[in-house]
């Protein structure tokens, strides 16, 4: 079945340092990749998605690129500041048609960024 | 996007009683999930409710325990029944609303169960 694996966490950066959350998946067809975000005390929101190979996801300053090659869709930020603290998935959906919409999540990894 | 509320916010409910989340939606939507998410832990997926038909439980999820109502395109409920601590999670909704999965999720139910 589907899997999504990604960084156990917590990471602990300073603000203005360079963020990599590494994500890597395994799906039978060809699905797409998103990234959701969940602030403290507060629910999960899309961070961005991309859904074909060699697509690259943004949105607030990070990037994430589907590379079917590696299976992997690693998010990435130049400069993270203390509101970039929360926790952060990983996710996939198939999409072989039919109606089975639901996601697949990794475990999360807990980013916290120190002034 | 969509809007999505969830009642209630939170709850805190003995063990062998029933409690039931409501999630309302602000635009018709054909797909709506249920997750469940653990202290410290990921999403996992309870069931898929469509509208008009009989809700899709994942594996490890019966609706004995877990039944839902999808009477419309806007709202749906999930019943936690016969509660044990076990069952103290986050309960979440979302809605399907792209062809490529873009799902949005309410802000979540805090369920303690003492």
């Known amino acids: 079945g589907d899997s999504v694996t990604q960084m156990e966490g917590p990471v602990t950066l300073s603000e203005e340092a360079f963020l990599t959350i590494n994500c890597t998946y395994t799906?039978?067809?060809?699905?797409?990749l998103f990234w959701y975000v969940q602030y403290p005390g507060e629910g999960l929101q899309l961070l961005l998605k991309?859904?074909?190979?060699?697509d690259k996801g943004s949105n607030k300053g990070f990037e994430a690129t589907y590379r079917k090659e590696t299976t992997s869709f690693h998010l990435e930020k130049g400069s993270v500041q203390v509101s970039d603290s929360a926790v952060y998935f990983c996710?996939?959906?198939?999409?072989?048609?039919?109606?089975?919409?639901?996601?697949?999540f990794g475990k999360g990894t807990l980013l916290t960024v120190n002034p | 996007s969509a809007v999505i509320s969830q009642k209630p916010s939170r709850d805190i409910c003995q063990r062998g009683t029933s409690l039931t989340i409501q999630c309302q939606v602000d635009?018709?939507?054909?797909?709506m999930f249920w997750y469940r998410q653990q202290p410290g832990q990921s999403l996992t997926l309870i069931a898929t409710?469509?509208?008009?038909?009989?809700?899709?439980?994942e594996s490890g999820f019966v609706i004995d325990k877990f039944p839902i109502s999808r009477p419309n395109l806007t709202f749906s409920t999930l019943t936690v029944s016969n509660m044990s601590p076990e069952d103290s999670s986050i309960y979440l909704c979302?809605?399907?609303?792209?062809?490529?999965?873009?799902?949005?999720f309410g802000p979540g139910t805090r369920l303690t169960v003492t």
């Open positions: 996710a996939l959906r198939e999409n072989s048609g039919g109606s089975n919409y639901k996601l697949t």
């Open positions: 409710a469509n509208q008009g038909s009989e809700a899709t439980y």
């Open positions: 635009s018709q939507v054909t797909m």
């Open positions: 991309a859904t074909k190979a060699d």
């Open positions: 979302s809605v399907d609303t792209t062809a490529f999965g873009e799902q949005y």
């Open positions: 799906a039978t067809g060809y699905p797409s």
